[in-house]
């Protein structure tokens, strides 16, 4: 299987097509952020006389499809409803597309692989069809909208009986925020992200959910959901239910786990350290603390809503967020960052490392080699473009290093999340975070995939050597 | 062969003892600091009246043998001759003490590596016996006191013809900026470290060789005079000696070639950033430019000395920095930091998976699958250290990330550069960088010999699946 032609028509021999993925997928995102853009700039899509410059209605078109959320204007009264409807429309093709593309893409290695692992393999190569495409894309929208509109209706139900506003406008808000939410987008329709409603337990709840779930990745929510279904037809103890979880995949358990763990740390570590903050968790009880601090510790790990203000947070919490944000949710979502898979898997190979094994064992199966080096590679470039553009945008402004680096891994990861600098960037600099979210975006998922799916040969095998480490 | 006994008595068959170097070599250093605390505490060993404080004597002491070079007092005015005296022991019995440990257990794992690859091994185990030892420290000794007296004398001579010091004071300067060149420690005998003497070549390349020479470690410093004195003894065309490049280990490929990529980008970075700073490089002319912008990339990489004033360098400059002091210099020398080696070996791994090959080849041979997860293992607990060690720092004090994060990994990586806020941290900040300054130098070579050396036995292999990566 070539590694560009991983979708292939199925039984038509006499006129076979290759379409090349990763190249069609770029084009198509550049493309929906380029027609964004066009319609951005209309007049009627922004408030007042004229339309929006060029930078700022690319800049909004990019963070809108990349699912970044990161704003040159207020999302809230710079667009005219018409110009929230667009963006609207990009977060939610661009998160239907990136979920589309990373699930064919993770069945097309599954599939390699088991390939390879079967010796009585049949000769000819089975590789991912046009109907299993289908397939994939026909899922992933249905869980998506059965999930928006769950929570859309949560969401809606406390914006009319909590805060009074007019049916029409409660489910309009509900909708916007329950897609960007679902898709880890952190677009929101207050000039204060959701600052307003940091103690709101029926705002926050939902939309956290929606944010996680949408982080899990597809492949994760097909599984939970077809176990939940398989368990619902033959309810049993739930202690017989608990050992189904052997039937998970090293993927499934890795991003459930991770996520998990990644919650419980961020939260602990976000509270404690803004605990007596007086411009952020400072004044709050300490329900409203623990909300705000694991609202916060969602966020960061992709969607990028906020609930309170970034810019008075301690430096020690903004690098801790960075951590957070670098790590990122699950593949084949709508999170970002290097994902839970990747700085996994770098984990147990220290942690195999520390304790003297000589495979890496992840919940009793064997992580395979060729993941270790994928890995480190993906890890390695991430960290490469995250501090060459912070370097460059350090030449560019005095902005601190904190704010900075804070600006260009929210951006990387597609986070959304920002100190409060995005806007008073010099237009270079905004270039520059454009670029990091397209390539944030699509970096990672593209050039994996590459590596996964190419076929190595091996001509021959030099002599071993080793220099001294450390 | 037992991971803790890898230097065992030889032909002593009714009374074997068994050494264990990392406990050994680590409670040495601690010994030696204590040591060099008391008497650093000493009231003849300050100048003006009573003794210096127990944590200026214990970090100064910390700091002078693990060769890093940070302070908290200014060692030109602060410390007596007999102060002076104690630091510059310090820093050899520090430099010594690294260069041979590190060679000691370098042999060690090439001699267990060698075995493992050899299907005729005989039975018998073939450790490192005491005579090794013994050979290793005194080539260690022998070929440290031969750079360190001529370079010495190169430093003495110019100090008293070019600046008109007596004798014997001329030789004193001569000899601490040496040794402290050499062992990469980085104190100097001035208040402003060696700012006065930023445009002089004469004090400058001296004590850049030394400082290069040391940073390559012992076992490349011994590989390269073996081979010029064969060559000496043969004389051969210069294509000819070119060629014998291919007797090199792949250590000393990897250490020759890193330091010269790092030492060329580096100063092209330095030198690029800094070269119209009204407070660095501005007013310099283009030659000293050039030769202040080499000293520093020189510097960065382990040494510490500086001729400008890291205080007044762009952050961007200081980013830059970060990363050259966290990568370090050669293995088993003075230099701190991963080493080259570590980021080469993780550089070549990016690089094959690029280029989508099978196995990591690095100057035509194929490097150990064993060594891939030791450096990320190593890279990564540098990496948690540093992090952990900067958010600490940020709670404790207000100052901007940029100078936390650039002292953390100074301190770590035994550089001894500061932006000057050393001496202003509080005492618990001061605690950490001496918990760091240990850990920086011992941790990585105690850590990754005690990974090389250890037996592993597979009982039996897991079956193999991967998660989605990227
Ligand atoms: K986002
Ligand atoms: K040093």
Chains 1, 2 share one sequence.
Not at 384 to 401: C, E, P, Q, R
Not at 431 to 438: G, R, T
Request: with cysteine; aromatic share 8%; charged share 15%.
């Amino acid at each position: 299987m070539h590694s560009r032609a991983i979708i292939r028509e199925r039984g038509n021999t006499t006129k076979r097509y290759r379409l090349h993925p990763a190249q069609v997928v770029v084009s198509g995102f550049a493309l929906t952020i380029l027609g964004g853009t066009a319609l951005l700039i209309l007049p009627n899509a922004r408030v007042g006389p004229g339309g929006a410059s060029f930078l700022e209605a690319l800049f909004t078109a990019t963070s809108a499809v990349c699912v970044t959320g990161l704003t040159v204007v207020d999302t809230a009264v710079y667009w005219t409803p018409f110009g929230q409807v667009v963006i609207l429309l990009l977060i939610q093709i661009g998160g239907f597309g990136i979920m589309s593309f990373a699930s064919v893409v993770g069945l097309a290695i599954a599939r390699k692989l088991s390939l390879r692992s079967r010796i009585t393999a049949a000769a000819e190569t089975k590789s991912v069809g046009l109907a299993d495409v289908k397939g994939l894309v026909f899922g992933v929208v249905r869980i998506s909208l059965a999930i928006e509109v769950t929570v859309a209706l949560l969401l809606a139900l406390r914006f009319m009986l909590g805060y009074g506003e007019p049916v029409g406008r409660s489910i309009w808000l509900g909708v916007f925020h329950s897609v960007s939410s679902f898709n880890n987008a952190g677009f929101a329709l207050f000039s204060d992200n959701l600052m307003g409603y940091a103690t709101d337990a029926w705002i926050c709840l939902p939309i956290a959910a929606a944010v996680i779930l949408g982080g899990l990745g597809f492949p994760v929510i097909v599984q939970l959901r077809r176990q939940l279904r398989r368990q619902g037809r033959y309810p049993r103890h739930w202690l017989q239910r608990a050992w189904s979880i052997r039937t998970w995949t090293m993927n499934t358990r890795i991003v459930v786990a991770g996520t998990f763990v990644l919650l419980v740390l961020g939260t602990a570590y976000i509270t404690a350290v803004e605990w007596s903050n007086p411009n952020t968790l400072g004044p709050l009880d300490w329900q409203g603390k623990l909300l705000a601090g694991f609202f916060q510790s969602v966020q960061t790990r992709t969607a990028g809503f906020n609930s309170v203000d970034i810019g008075q947070l301690d430096s020690a919490t903004l690098l801790g967020m960075d951590v957070l944000m670098l790590i990122g949710g699950g593949p084949a979502g709508t999170a970002g960052g290097i994902k839970i898979t990747t700085f996994a898997v770098l984990f147990f190979i220290l942690w195999t490392e520390v304790r003297g094994q000589v495979a890496v064992n992840v919940f009793g199966k064997r992580l395979s080699r060729a993941v270790h080096r994928e890995a480190i590679t993906i890890a390695l470039l991430a960290v490469g473009v995250i501090i060459g553009a912070t370097a460059a945008l350090m030449l560019m402004t005095d902005i601190s290093m904190d704010a900075l680096l804070f600006e260009a891994i929210s951006a990387f990861a597609t986070v959304g999340l920002s100190t409060g600098i995005t806007a008073g960037l010099p237009w270079e600099g905004q270039v520059i975070l454009i670029l990091l979210m397209f390539i944030g975006r699509l970096g990672p998922i593209t050039f994996a995939s590459a590596i996964a799916l190419r076929e190595r040969h091996a001509t021959y095998e030099l002599p071993k050597e080793r220099p001294i480490i450390g």
